[in-house]
């Protein structure tokens, strides 16, 4: 089954991003086949996408990608093109706070991975001073070997590392935590 069709609705509602990209993947592919305006720039080892909307930087994604991913991708897109935050008051109160970039390690054959690419997503979206930069464990063997991560999902926020195999909840309240230097 082609799933051409369902991807190219995705066109309809990702609207008002400016969207840099640097090299090629199936996510910047399918953008482009949508006809969504890219900016391409040169000099990256690896394919990178970052997404901008109103002069702020959302999200940053370095790494290769393949079809599940692509969809994670696709939604995120999609809400921060219309501001989408589904996330419960007892979530946003350990968001509201936060006030650094998010990196998200991921694998790309990882379920939980996906789950957070949507949730953390929506944490820059919600709280303007977040960032989620999004690194594919496999594409990024020097961050991997620099922040001596082996497997995904993992999370850094402030230089510190949070399991993302963690409940949603429990992986906010440590980062509030960390923000508030009480771990």
Not at 27 to 47: H, K, M, T
Not at 88 to 103: A, H, I, P
Not at 151 to 166: Q, T
Request: net charge neutral; aromatic share 8%.
């Amino acid at each position: 089954m082609s799933y051409s069709s369902v991807f190219k609705n995705y066109a309809n509602y990702i609207k008002g991003l400016k969207v840099r990209v640097c090299g090629d993947n199936m996510l910047i592919q399918l953008l482009a086949s949508f006809g969504v305006n890219l900016e391409r720039y040169d000099g990256c080892s690896r394919p990178e996408l970052e997404v901008w909307k109103n002069n702020r930087k959302y999200l940053y994604f370095r790494g290769s990608i393949d079809a599940d991913s692509a969809w994670a991708m696709l939604n995120l897109l999609v809400r921060i093109s219309n501001d989408l935050v589904h996330l419960g008051q007892n979530e946003l109160q350990y968001v509201k706070d936060l006030d650094s970039e998010l990196k998200l390690i991921v694998d790309m054959g990882c379920i939980k991975c996906l789950e957070l690419i949507d949730a953390l997503g929506q944490v820059a979206i919600y709280n303007n001073r977040v960032t989620l930069e999004i690194y594919d464990l496999k594409s990024n063997a020097e961050l991997m070997e620099k922040e001596k991560i082996v497997e995904a999902p993992k999370i850094i926020y402030k230089d510190r590392k949070v399991d993302g195999n963690l409940p949603l909840i429990a992986i906010l309240k440590t980062l509030d935590k960390i923000t508030k230097g009480q771990i």
